[in-house]
């Protein structure tokens, strides 16, 4: 069975648990409303044996006893609901662990509506052996979670099972990676906004949800960036494996490298990205292009006093604001324009600036 198929079983454990807990805070508190009204009981029948001088007294224990006895109703009448919920939820795992029979079904023909199932699945026998071991892998991977929260955040849960079901990903997989994500810095709240936005990138760059989320967050941390930059930092990813000579994982494991110093010379991630892609598709491969790229940029923004009078000679941007004022772009052209002119000078500047050799024109700007 896939993973798919199973979190709609895991689904209907995860609303049992939370029926469960509900049902047993609100024993807890019919216990405590009983002993509450037995109280009162007891206090209304001594007021009015002591005659008609305790008639004010009356009013007010009567008034609130009718008060308690109106909310016990109501409360047992929840606790009922979610007991209810708990028993045809065994209902199902007893008709599809038994027979061969589409779960809608067995759901529908007791008329259970604790989840809605926009498709009907084949549940053989081994449905609930399966399920009871994917929902405890579930619980304990999401448990990872857990740790790093100051408080049990239970749209985790329902939005890690949407993201399963929509994206086709495995249990273990999302959970992992939300432990990344939420470890990385990503607010809980935002953690499956932030995954959904991962996901996208994992798929479309064909890698694996970890290595996504490990990308979007080393870029966001590295410029400071909230989630809310998540899709323009996915999408830049996703530019440069596609007009570059690169993938998105070989892109992720290296940007740690180069994000960094790129965000001090104020160099856009877009632009630090399509550079990359640049050099990639001129015949680096992505390791050496973001160890070129990391070297020239630090000797763009700190020159040493003799190289920096070399490169202000042939009219290459140098120090911070100037990379920044004019792009990284028009910085990296200039740089390969002087090492053309002068390749012995600049060579001693950048000692790898010789693989920008055949680069004929850097055209990162159009990615």
Do not use: C
Not at 163 to 184: E, P, Q
Not at 197 to 221: H, P, Q
Not at 257 to 262: H, L, S, V
Request: charged share 25%.
């Amino acid at each position: 069975m896939s993973d798919i198929n199973k979190t709609v079983l895991i689904d209907i454990k995860l609303e049992q648990d939370a029926a469960r807990q509900a049902a047993i805070k609100l024993k807890q508190e019919i216990v405590s409303l009983e002993k509450e009204q037995t109280k009162l009981n007891k206090l209304l029948k001594e007021s009015q044996a002591r005659g008609e001088g305790y008639a004010k007294s009356n009013d007010t224990i009567a008034k609130k006893l009718v008060e308690v006895q109106t909310k016990l109703k109501g409360t047992r009448g929840e606790f009922n609901k979610y007991t209810s919920e708990v028993s045809k939820g065994n209902e199902v795992f007893k008709k599809t662990g038994g027979l061969t029979k589409s779960l809608t079904d067995a759901m529908s023909s007791m008329g259970l509506t604790i989840l809605t199932v926009a498709g009907a699945w084949r549940i053989l026998s081994s449905a609930t052996r399966a399920v009871v071991k994917d929902y405890a892998e579930f619980e304990k991977t999401l448990a990872n979670v857990q740790t790093l929260l100051t408080s049990n955040e239970r749209s985790l849960r329902r939005g890690g099972i949407d993201i399963i079901r929509k994206y086709g990903l495995t249990i273990k997989d999302v959970n992992k990676a939300m432990f990344d994500a939420i470890s990385a810095g990503v607010p809980a709240g935002e953690a499956i906004e932030f995954l959904n936005e991962a996901s996208f990138l994992a798929i479309g760059g064909v890698t694996d949800l970890r290595t996504a989320v490990d990308g979007l967050t080393s870029v966001l941390n590295a410029y400071s960036l909230s989630t809310d930059y998540a899709r323009e930092v996915s999408d830049a990813f996703y530019v440069a494996q596609k007009y570059g000579k690169t993938t998105v994982a070989d892109l992720v494991n290296n940007i740690g490298r180069i994000a960094p110093i790129a965000k001090i010379a104020g160099v856009s991630f877009q632009e630090m990205l399509g550079s990359l892609a640049s050099l990639t598709k001129g015949g680096l491969n992505t390791e050496e292009s973001v160890t070129i790229l990391r070297q020239a940029i630090a000797a763009l923004i700190k020159p040493a006093n003799q190289a920096g009078m070399i490169l202000r000679d042939a009219s290459v941007p140098t120090g911070i604001l100037a990379v920044k004022t004019h792009g990284l772009v028009f910085a990296l052209e200039q740089l390969n324009k002087a090492y053309a002119e002068n390749p012995d000078a600049i060579a001693k500047m950048i000692p790898n600036i010789r693989a920008f050799t055949g680069i004929a024109a850097f055209n990162a700007e159009r990615l």
